[in-house]
């Protein structure tokens, strides 16, 4: 796990950058998707408005689930105002440009990771389980915005991109702090690099998709 991972709105546009380079990820990004990602702005911001939406979601969720854990509600209340406030900034763009947000669509990535939740076994387990999902789709997202803000052509979207990459790998951060707050650090590190493990695997057979964020 990168624990020296430190990604802030006080340090340089280089050094964030170059702090989320890889997050602990296996396996990079092609930068090329972001060639394809830029033809297809509208669908890139509609799913990026919907992964924020999901994101404000599932950290509700888990402050219901795991309510009598009182460092998972005092943290992760503040992150649902945020990603909340990322959606309104997504629609804020859509509608400056003239598009509309339309119809959610179904996050296969997302899917996909849900396989490898263990199901069954102690409650503790789960929230061990959401906290390393949560960590891991934070940090892939941090990864693509992190494309997205180096590579893109369109200057004003380039900012856009840094602005969320920064504050999502903080919210990674977070959700991996939390996990070693409730578990031990060596069943922590075990699990998560089975996860990294994984999503390696995922990536690896993976289209890669111009109208979507992961
Ligand atoms: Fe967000
Ligand atoms: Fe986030």
């Known amino acids: 796990m990168s624990d020296n991972f430190k990604a802030s709105k006080d340090f ?16 990079a990004t092609d930068p090329r998707w972001v060639n ?16 924020e939406q999901k994101a404000a979601t599932q950290c509700i969720s888990l402050i219901v689930r795991f ?9 992760v209340a503040p992150v649902v105002s945020e ?3 990322h959606f309104r900034k997504v629609l ?6 003239g598009l509309e947000l339309g119809k959610s669509r179904k996050d296969e990535y997302v899917l996909e990771l849900l396989k490898f939740v263990i199901k069954g076994g102690p409650k503790e ?16 997202s941090c990864e693509r915005f992190r494309l997205l803000s180096l590579y893109c052509t369109d200057e004003q979207l380039k900012e856009f991109y840094y602005e969320f990459m920064v504050s999502e790998a903080g919210h990674y951060t977070l959700f ?3 996990a070693r707050t409730y578990f031990p650090p060596d069943k922590v590190k075990k699990r998560w690099q089975e996860w990294l493990d994984y999503e390696a695997s995922v990536m690896e057979n993976w289209t890669l998709r111009g109208d979507r964020v992961h």
Not at 92 to 97: A, T, V
Not at 125 to 140: S, T
Request: charge should be negative.
């Open 12 to 27: 340089t546009k280089e050094q964030n950058l170059e702090a989320v380079r890889m997050l602990g990820l296996k396996l």
């Open 36 to 51: 394809i990602a830029e033809k297809s702005i509208h669908e890139i911001l509609v799913d990026h408005a919907f992964c």
């Open 67 to 75: 309510a009598d854990y009182p460092k998972i509600v005092e943290k």
């Open 83 to 85: 990603e909340w406030g």
């Open 92 to 97: 804020k763009e859509l509608k400056k440009r």
């Open 125 to 140: 387990d789960h929230l061990l389980e959401q906290l390393l999902l949560c960590g891991l789709i934070e940090a892939r």
């Open 176 to 178: 991996l702090d939390l």
